[in-house]
């Protein structure tokens, strides 16, 4: 196996599957076997979980409410996504804990940095909810953040593209995939990978991130096993 202890970073919208809003059950499913999956293999699993799906801070404040309410709103997003997510993996018998990076004792266990690793070494899929805690951040931001704080060997960004291209592949037909490229290569070529604040923290300690689709079946268990399906972003 590639990776022992992996941060697998899911947005929201990508729970939407074909609807508008929300969390579309099937796809939840669909995840829930995926992680399951690579934790039957003994890889240690932690999930960070966007909220775009159902409340993004931005879209709020271009509707004149306040930037800070409407993040707190989209913190509170991706711990309902969590708390999804989890039932999904638990109705499939993978232990799990949910940790929010804002109090919410009675839902969530508070993010403890120690406790959050012995529920990994114990088999147990950790999944981070409430962002980082703090508005004007995102749940990328998040993943990395966690991800270094677990000392997970890598982060991977489940998308529904396969992976990171010269230009946005769902608009133009000519774009090519790269294997693997730098973080310098990303910067420098203006390519969307995370929001910079994420990708640089990312950068700063090096931590490598793999974009693969996560919408395809089995593809979770083949990056894991270290087949290149994706993009590597390396030193
Ligand atoms: N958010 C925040 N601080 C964080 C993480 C998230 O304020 O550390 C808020 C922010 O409003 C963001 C929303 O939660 O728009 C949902 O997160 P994100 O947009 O990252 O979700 P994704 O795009 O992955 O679905």
Redo the contacts with the bound molecule.
């Keep these: 196996m590639e990776y022992k202890r992996i941060l697998l970073k899911l947005?929201?919208?990508a729970l939407m599957g074909e609807r508008q809003y929300g969390i579309d059950p099937k796809r939840l499913a669909e995840y829930a076997n995926e992680i399951k999956e690579v934790v039957d293999r003994g890889i240690e699993v932690a999930v960070v979980?966007?909220?775009?799906?159902i409340?993004?801070?931005?879209s709020g404040a271009a509707t004149g409410m306040d930037r800070v309410q409407?993040?707190?709103?989209?913190?509170l997003?991706?711990v309902i996504n969590g708390l999804a997510l989890q039932s999904a993996l638990e109705q499939k018998g993978v232990q799990t804990r949910l940790q929010s990076?804002i109090k919410i004792n009675e839902v969530a266990e508070p993010f403890i940095r120690r406790r959050a690793m012995r529920h990994l070494e114990k088999g147990r899929v950790v999944i981070f909810g409430g962002?980082?805690?703090?508005?004007?951040?995102?749940?990328?931001?998040?993943a990395v953040l966690r991800a270094i704080e677990i000392e997970a060997d890598v982060i991977l960004k489940g998308t529904r593209v396969d992976g990171i291209y010269t230009s946005d592949p769902e608009k133009d037909k000519n774009a090519t995939k790269f294997d693997t490229i730098s973080f310098n290569d990303v910067l420098r070529k203006g390519l969307k990978v995370m929001d910079t604040t994420a990708f640089t923290l990312s950068q700063e300690n090096e931590l490598p991130i793999v974009v693969f689709d996560m919408n395809k079946k089995g593809n979770l268990m083949r990056i894991i096993s270290g087949e290149n399906i994706g993009t590597v972003v390396n030193l």
Excluded: V, W
């Design positions: 947005s929201g919208e979980i966007g909220g775009g799906n409340f993004r801070g931005l409407g993040d707190h709103m989209g913190m997003a991706t990076a962002g980082t805690g703090n508005p004007y951040f995102t749940t990328d931001s998040a």
